[in-house]
């Protein structure tokens, strides 16, 4: 009997684990699902727009002389690197400060979930700091590849990087939180799924302000005519253009935020379409137009009706129909076309085109949101325009004209004339070659 009863009593002692574990299961699929998913696709979205920076490095390397090749690589590199650490350091928590008065916040630095995080500690109704964070910061890296194509080829090295420092640490964080941080124009209704206007049309306006502090090339308007100044290597620019299309699909699939549901998985695919339905038309559209207006067809317009057709849809990805998006990124080629000529009037010097791109239909695409999506208004869309116009404009004049007072950001005459890469860089991207 004592042997019996010492048996039951072992037996009992040995359940006793298997039922604590019973009672504290670890959550089950349904539970951690969806933040598993989620955190998936802002890595592999984040993955693809990380990519994008190689688009926008091929894209200007091959829009710019064969002189500058070398700057232009080392502007790309050196402003992805520095939005890294600043949007590590005060940006990211600066965008997304949590409670805030809407309009503004300063953040601290990006602390990661811990390693190993257990299911009970992570905040399973979203995806990890780590995915997220990542996510985010390429978005700030693109704003700031806009600048560098449309400055290229005057511009110093350190001026410029300074700039991005302020561009992607402070100014892109603080309008971002705005709408992507719950922030005031976010509580009106303002719309802007991916980013035509928070992150196009920043890069966009940013740019312009440098473009007229900075003025244009030496001898690209003379005597009243616009002097073209063609670039050293088309193929590595189409290159450029097809990696910033691959990106794009993570720019704004990824910005669904979600990939927990059937739903979810469903409208990324859809987002997908749309995208790459806007670009096609985009192309198109320019193709046909060029052949029309100048004859022949302009590849480096096609190159940007592409990108323009990206830049119209970013706005509103999800909603449109196929031919939805099939018309609103033809119109963006539309604009490329007309628009690229109208900055040579004003003698607003863009080397690349990217201002037209980003500037001009990122305000598109964000008007064009009110025929898709029940939740905008035209009036609300406007708001939004002008209010990220006119900070980050006038916010960006301010920072060149105090570095062109205190440090000087164009070089010289004879500098610009012989090429950035010896000038700045003492080092030449095609030495094989004569210079173009």
Known sequence: MKLTKSLIAGAALTALPTLALAQDAAPGFD????YIMTTLLFCMAGFLVFFMAAGFAMLEGGLVRSKNV???MTKNIGLFSIAAIMYWLVGFNTMYPGEFNGYFAIGGQTVLDPVG????????DYASVGSDFFFQLVFVAATASIVSGVLAERIKLWPFLIFVVVLTGFMYPISGSWKWGAGWLDAAGFQDFAGSTVVHSVGGWAALAGAIVLGPRLGKYKDGKVNPMPGSNLAL??????????GWFGFNGGSQLAMG???DVSDVSRIFANTNMAAAAGAVTALILTQVLYKKPDLTMVLNGALAG?????????????????WIGAIGGVIVVFTVPLLDKFKIDDVVGAIPVHLFAGIWGTIAVVFYNSDANLGTQLLGIIAYGVFTFVASLIVWFILKAVIGIRVGEEEEINGLDMSELGMEAYPDFSKG
């Open 70 to 72: 070398t700057m232009q």
């Open 31 to 34: 539970e951690i699902g969806p």
């Open 117 to 124: 995080v257990a299911a009970a500690d992570a905040a399973l």
């Open 237 to 246: 620019a189409t290159l450029g253009t097809f990696i910033l299309w691959l």
């Open 310 to 326: 990206l830049v119209s849809i970013t706005a509103e990805p999800l909603a449109p129909t196929l031919f939805g998006a099939l």
């Open 261 to 263: 549901t059937v739903g």
